[in-house]
């Protein structure tokens, strides 16, 4: 499996931005499918944002418009921006990798904190 770097959470007022930066131990072009996924408390995992190698990109309804993500190849990174935070984006954000016949990866999540 690939290994997964997660960095740049914190805490922001409503409002405020972050970005989230995934940094993978291989070539991003060999991973199929890369994306982001968040928890809340009492909350199952919930799927944000997700690239392919190719550059499509796909957003939940509730982040669209608000968050985008993105890649530098060169640095075997996936970035999450998010602008326009709310309350409601609070939770632990997690780096996800798919590679066929390998399986799925995981980051070690990191605090994102919204205030109100």
């Known amino acids: 499996q690939v290994q997964l770097v997660e960095f740049g959470g914190g805490s922001v007022q409503a409002g405020g931005s972050l970005r989230l930066s995934c940094v993978a131990s291989?070539?991003?072009?060999?991973?199929?499918?890369m994306g982001w996924y968040r928890q809340a408390p009492g909350k199952e995992r919930e799927w944000v944002a997700r690239i392919t190698p190719g550059g499509t990109t796909n957003y939940a309804d509730s982040v669209q418009g608000r968050f985008t993500i993105s890649r530098d190849s060169a640095k075997n990174t996936v970035f999450l921006q998010m602008n326009s935070l709310k309350p409601e984006d609070t939770a632990v954000y997690y780096c996800?990798?798919?590679?066929?016949?390998?399986?799925?990866?995981w980051g070690q999540g990191t605090q994102v904190t919204v205030s109100s």
């Open positions: 996800n990798a798919l590679q066929l016949h390998i399986g799925l990866s």
């Open positions: 291989v070539n991003i072009a060999s991973i199929n499918v």
